[in-house]
């Protein structure tokens, strides 16, 4: 009995020991990937964030199942806004200009930016009548926001946390929203 619950036990330290390294190999191809296009759309600075990127693929691509399937669909819009212009997020700013304190910040501004994103991501969702949709929805949060962080190194603190929150809610938002309307349609 002792025998067979250890050989167990090592058989499933080896499984999630595997599922780890592949998961890391994964999020550093990704990660090193992400850092490229940062650097070149936003530049050195977004850097030192990819470290962000890597460890929420590690943990995704760890956890699997319907957070990393959520996840995997929330990267296109986190490249999307990785390509978003400042101008969008600084619209009183000249372009060319460096960003200083004579540029006006407008956090609402990303704050939409960030909604719309999430509102038409969260259109991605699969139809699901199970708790496996919130689980798709946060790893699309995840998604987006793993790359989305690298464009907010260009941006001061209230654009960056109006960027994110944004995402965030867009696709949280959306996603309540069918839910409720699928566990009407079920109870009826």
Same mark, same amino acid.
């Given at each position: 009995?002792?025998?067979?619950?250890?050989?167990?036990?090592?058989? #499933? !330290?080896?499984?999630?020991? *595997? !599922?780890?390294? !592949?998961?890391? &190999?994964?999020?550093?191809?990704?990660?090193?990937?992400?850092?490229?296009?940062?650097?070149?759309?936003?530049?050195? =600075?977004?850097?030192?964030?990819?470290?962000?990127?890597?460890?929420?693929?590690?943990?995704?691509?760890? /956890? *699997?199942?319907?957070?990393?399937? *959520?996840?995997?669909?929330?990267?296109?819009?986190?490249?999307?806004?990785?390509? &978003?212009?400042? =101008?969008?997020?600084?619209?009183?700013? !000249?372009?060319?200009? +460096?960003?200083?304190?004579?540029?006006?910040? /407008?956090?609402?501004?990303?704050?939409?930016?960030?909604?719309?994103?999430?509102?038409? #991501?969260?259109?991605?969702?699969?139809?699901?009548?199970?708790? =496996? /949709?919130?689980?798709?929805?946060?790893?699309?949060?995840?998604?987006?926001?793993?790359?989305? +962080?690298?464009?907010? =190194?260009?941006?001061?603190? *209230?654009?960056?946390?109006?960027?994110?929150?944004?995402?965030?809610?867009?696709?949280?938002?959306?996603?309540? +929203?069918?839910?409720?309307?699928?566990? /009407?349609?079920?109870?009826?």
């Amino acid at each position: 009995m002792e025998t067979e619950l250890s050989l167990r036990k090592s058989a #499933l !330290r080896a499984y999630e020991l *595997g !599922r780890l390294r !592949r998961a890391a &190999l994964n999020a550093t191809m990704l990660a090193s990937l992400v850092g490229v296009i940062a650097m070149a759309t936003v530049g050195p =600075s977004a850097l030192p964030w990819a470290l962000c990127t890597l460890g929420a693929w590690i943990a995704t691509g760890w /956890r *699997g199942g319907a957070l990393l399937l *959520g996840a995997k669909k929330g990267l296109i819009a986190g490249f999307a806004t990785l390509l &978003l212009p400042l =101008s969008l997020l600084r619209p009183c700013c !000249r372009p060319g200009v +460096v960003m200083t304190a004579d540029c006006c910040t /407008r956090p609402e501004l990303c704050v939409l930016a960030g909604s719309a994103i999430g509102f038409g #991501l969260a259109a991605l969702l699969p139809k699901s009548r199970d708790a =496996s /949709r919130w689980e798709t929805a946060g790893g699309m949060v995840v998604g987006v926001l793993s790359v989305a +962080v690298l464009k907010c =190194s260009k941006l001061f603190v *209230g654009e960056a946390m109006g960027l994110l929150v944004g995402l965030s809610v867009g696709v949280l938002v959306v996603s309540s +929203v069918a839910s409720l309307r699928t566990a /009407r349609s079920t109870a009826a």
